[in-house]
């Protein structure tokens, strides 16, 4: 058996066994693939001189190496893992509304909280509340290899890691210098890219040490969604004309009584509905139907992001069998994401009839207002009194009269709303590691990492001053002058709010969240000096034991933790401080059990558990246990079985043990209480009124606008941790009879029991109105449901609306099972080199079932509200082709995505109803007049061009065409699934919403 050297130990790499399975550590498994002897059993991936760690060991990992990164011109690491068939995209640069300044990744569509991001086998500072990694932070320009594990890791890498880890590998003993430059742009000219890195690195005193500093600068702009025809007006998933918010120009207000049809004269009929929203025309006057406002204009296709980073990392020889080694990360990006306008989104304001600028038609609609619950008709005020009352002088005066009612009105003369997340990130870490003998080696080390995140948002209003602004005796002068207040005109059209109005209404607001991480480590692995009687290599071990100790917290200013107080916000910023410790004891064995007998070439076993002891501050001291057991089997060269089977389990965040219940935003487009339904059906009518619907909405109830509901959730310090068990099993082929070729097909099977979570929109709805002729108002499922007190639907003010109701709970399951296919070829024809690289995934199913009795809902392949519950679509299938071909200094690259077909959820239907489907009408931009289903998404194909050309050993030039035939995303509207993931009438995540883009780099070593 070689010999593990101190050079090898540099690579932090273990003893090879067989080359067919390695020792899988924390410390040691990033890069014993880098480290292998390059012998008949390591596989190297096509194109680079990586060798392949899918081919040498018992869990399927997913390899993308530095030179895929460079032909791909990727910039983020988000971008990265975005198109990795098996990867359903999760928050990154295409998400707009629902980006909280970080990017992150969601293996097989289970959660971006469920997997463990690494660099160089090491977890570093988390970025918020939930635990999780900002791939922003990850310095791109130093990473060797992206390896993706599918399956439970937690015995190797601790809690969190239930569907696996991204492992992020940084070059080794870089020597040189390397710079790069980078710069790409869209086709229509917009969403430029600016990117540069520079590493600097060098070996010194005879190559006992090394040395790397990299810096990085990356700079983009944002794409608007007003800039592509296909988004420039916001389209109905359900109608399939022009929608928009409610909330538009001029206001809306509840409180109001109908008019009399041609007239101005309200409608006192005790039998018609007097309640909803209604908007004022040009005429002053409440009428029924309003004009949506068109909010995709100002939202974008891609954040504008800035990121400076620099990364450092040293390792020297103290002695022939001591090394100490360090690693330095700091990172400051800036992430601002843009929507439309903020305003009073259903505020409550209340407003006096002797205001200058309320019309008399709508004075008298306020008046006439039905105050009385039961069948009579009983106005708020008589004719009389209310002409009276427009003639007050003030508040001291006996004729004043005030009427309280919700407003919706865009503050379009305030400009964009715009938060600015701008993320400081700092992580550091030390060891020592060396030989205890020549075979057993030891590693201590530790490490501290900050990062702060704050949010700054601007142009919001406050409902506050709209409620100050709405009581005025004359048009210069506010009743309450205090702050000062400046009289606004509620009731005016686009451009009735002057500047000073503006100011007055508007404040920054701050939000900022901070999280630390310490680890310390130590690990003792290599040889045990036995080996199996069956086998000549001996059996390896590792043995460790950890600590980690987190904190978190959210410090919000008062603006941001005051429900409703900012117009648009989404709900109260509250503040959040937790924290928790871990103690862990762990061990793994790689052990052959048999070798070089017929039928057995190898036959491997490798197994692990690890000891978890949890301190939640405030709350319990959980002990879990976490194994695995693994086989790799291979009868012949040419063939290798190999099976993974886990038990794992994953502990509570700080976010979900320690945010309050809140108010907050979920999507729903369709209230089963709105329009006339409650009118025609008692039963329905009951529920309604239960949940807190006035009785004069009944048959005025509208729809959530913008299809966002609220919702109250939070999570509390008696959750328990998740259970999940993972298994795979899989095959490696590398036929003789076809030389460089390789491939792995391996199942994947994930379950996870006891879930951290909450019901989604369509389990809450069907729970309470699933069957409306058995509902009951006594239901718990539907008197949970609290609604809007003044226009009794499910959106407004979240200081007095509720909605819908879901803290986080442990009565969930989840599950996810498919097939992964990987393949890799290359073949000469003479001067011409051809490599071909096939990455593909078949997606069996991925449920959610949120309770013990509720629905199990299957989402693979299919697209609403409730699917893509934590991410973006989950398709059933999708692969990736990249063909790439040298000629000498010349290398010409095609890269070949395809994204199966995807439906409307049949479920999804059953709740809301179908999409639309027929002739799209005017006012919907490039799809008027055309034949459109937006129950269905066809089968979508990407390809990639890039030239590359090494002018010499220092010099490379890449030139590359991202969407070469500029393919267009499919149009399903707005309201077809989350705020988050579906924009622009699209889904930007999924599909690329930005058009044909041109890639240009240079790139200097020496």
């Known amino acids: 058996m070689k010999k593990t050297t101190l050079s090898a130990l540099k690579a932090g790499s273990a003893p090879v066994v067989l080359g067919l399975a390695l020792l899988s550590t924390q410390a040691f498994a990033q890069d014993a693939a880098e480290e292998a002897p390059e012998d008949g059993n390591v596989i190297v991936v096509t194109g680079s001189l990586i060798k392949n760690p899918n081919l040498v060991q018992a869990n399927p990992v997913n390899v993308t190496t530095a030179d895929a990164i460079e032909l791909k011109q990727s910039n983020l690491a988000e971008e990265v893992l975005r198109e990795i068939p098996g990867v359903v995209p999760n928050i990154g640069s295409a998400v707009n509304n629902g980006n909280g300044g970080s990017s992150y990744v969601d293996l097989r569509g289970l959660g971006s909280n469920r997997n463990v991001v690494l660099l160089d086998g090491n977890r570093i500072v988390p970025a918020d509340l939930a635990g999780r990694v900002d791939l922003n932070n990850i310095p791109l320009a130093l990473v060797s290899r992206v ?10 890498y601790g809690a969190d890691a239930i569907t696996g880890v991204v492992n992020f590998i940084t070059k080794k003993d870089f020597a040189g210098v390397d710079l790069s430059l980078g710069q790409q742009i869209t086709e229509r000219g917009d969403g430029a890219f600016f990117r540069a890195d520079l590493t600097v690195g060098a070996n010194f005193d005879d190559g006992r040490g090394n040395a790397v500093l990299s810096l990085g600068y990356q700079k983009s702009d944002p794409v608007y969604q007003g800039d592509r025809d296909f988004s420039l007006r916001q389209v109905s998933s359900f109608t399939g004309g022009p929608a928009g918010s409610g909330t538009g120009v001029p206001g809306r207000f509840s409180g109001t009584r109908p008019l009399i049809a041609g007239t101005s004269t309200p409608d006192t009929n005790p039998l018609t509905a007097n309640g909803g929203v209604r908007q004022v025309n040009s005429a002053g006057q409440a009428v029924g139907t309003f ?12 954040t504008p992001f800035k990121r400076y980073n620099i990364f450092a990392q040293a390792n020297y020889e103290v002695s022939d069998s001591v090394e100490v080694y360090t690693r ?10 843009i929507i439309a306008p903020s305003g009073s989104f259903g505020g409550t304001v209340t407003i006096n009839l002797n205001n200058p600028y309320l019309p008399s038609t709508l004075r008298n609609q306020f008046c006439a207002f039905d105050t009385d619950s039961g069948a009579a008709y009983v106005a708020r005020f008589d004719p009389a009194t209310c002409a009276a009352a427009a003639l007050a002088t003030g508040p001291t005066d006996a004729r004043y009269r005030t009427v309280t009612v919700t407003y919706n009105r865009r503050a379009t003369e305030v400009g964009p709303r715009i938060s600015n997340y701008s993320t400081t ?11 205890i003998t020549d075979t057993i080696n030891w590693d201590v080390n530790g490490s501290y990492g900050e990062s702060e995140k704050l949010q700054t948002i601007k142009n919001y209003t406050l409902q506050s001053r709209w409620r100050q602004a709405a009581l005025a005796n004359n ?54 000096g036995v080996s199996s009687p069956g086998a000549n290599n001996p059996v390896n071990f590792a043995l460790g034991a950890e600590y980690r100790s987190y904190t978190a917290e959210q410090a919000s200013d008062l603006l941001a933790k005051t429900p409703g107080e900012l117009g648009g916000a989404g709900g109260a910023a509250p503040d959040i401080d937790g924290a928790y410790n871990v103690y862990e004891a762990y061990g793994e064995i790689i052990a052959p059990l048999i070798e070089d007998k017929p039928g057995f070439k190898s036959l491997t076993l490798e197994a692990g558990a690890r000891y978890s002891k949890y301190n939640v501050r405030g709350g319990g001291k959980p002990e879990t ?13 040419d063939l290798k079985i190999r099976g993974n089977y886990a038990r794992a389990i994953r502990a509570p965040n700080i976010g979900e043990l320690f945010t309050p219940v809140t108010v907050g935003l979920t999507n729903l487009g369709v209230d089963p209480c709105a329009g006339a339904a409650p009118t025609t059906n008692a039963n329905l009518r009951a529920i309604c009124l239960a949940q807190g619907a006035p009785l004069g909405t009944i048959g005025s109830i509208t729809n959530p606008t913008a299809g966002q509901a609220n919702i109250a959730t939070g999570g509390n310090l008696n959750i328990t941790p998740e259970k999940a068990t993972t298994w795979t099993i899989g095959a490696v082929i590398q036929p003789s009879f076809l030389p460089r070729f390789s491939m792995t097909l391996d199942y994947y099977n994930i379950k996870v029991t006891d879930v951290i979570g909450a019901p989604l929109p369509g389990d809450l709805i069907g729970a309470c109105f699933g069957s409306v002729s058995a509902a009951s108002a006594t239901n718990p499922a539907c008197t949970v449901i609290r ?32 097939i992964d296919l990987v393949m890799n070829y290359s073949h000469d024809f003479g001067a011409v080199k051809w490599n071909a690289s096939f990455v593909g995934n078949y997606t069996l199913h991925q449920k959610f079932k949120a309770t013990p ?18 991410g973006s679509i989950p398709p059933k299938y999708q692969w990736s082709l990249r063909n790439t071909f040298t000629y000498g200094k010349m290398d010409v690259s095609v890269l070949w995505r395809h994204i199966a077909g995807v439906e409307h959820e049949p479920l999804d239907i059953i709740d809301q109803g179908a999409f639309f489907s027929g002739t799209a009408p005017a006012g919907t931009g490039p799809i008027a007049g055309t034949q459109v289903d937006f129950n269905k998404i066809p089968a979508y194909d990407y390809f990639d061009l890039t030239l590359r050309w090494n002018v010499n050993d220092n010099f490379t030039f890449t030139a590359a065409v991202q969407n070469l035939f500029d393919k267009q995303p499919p149009v399903v509207g707005n309201t077809a699934g989350s705020t988050s993931y579906n924009s622009g009438n699209t889904y930007p995540s999924t599909y690329d919403a930005l058009g044909r883009r041109f890639a240009f780099s240079a790139r200097v070593k020496f």
């Open 147 to 156: 390896d993706a594990q599918t399956g439970a890791a937690v015995t190797t």
């Open 291 to 302: 004009a949506t406002f068109n909010f995709n204009p100002y939202n974008v296709f891609q």
């Open 328 to 337: 330095g990360i700091f990172s400051k990006n800036t992430v601002d994401t």
């Open 425 to 435: 990130i700092f992580d550091y870490r030390v060891g020592l590691r060396g030989r």
């Open 475 to 528: 048009t210069t002068t506010c009743i309450d002058s205090s702050n000062g207040c400046v009289p606004v005109n509620l009731f005016g059209d686009d451009g009735s709010i002057t500047p000073a109005q503006a100011a007055f209404l508007t404040a920054d607001s701050s939000t900022r969240v901070k999280t630390t991480l310490t680890q310390l480590r130590g690990l003792v692995s290599g040889e045990l």
């Open 625 to 637: 246990w976490t194994y695995k057991a693994g086989l790799s089997w291979e009868p012949m060269d």
């Open 787 to 818: 609604r809007n007190p003044i226009t009794g639907g499910l959106d407004g003010d979240p200081a007095i609306t509720q909605g819908l109701f879901a803290p986080l709970d442990n009565l969930g399951t989840l599950k996810s099972d498919g």
């Open 853 to 870: 009795t509720g629905i199990d809902r299957d989402c693979v392949g299919y697209f609403s509200v409730n699917c893509g519950f934590t």
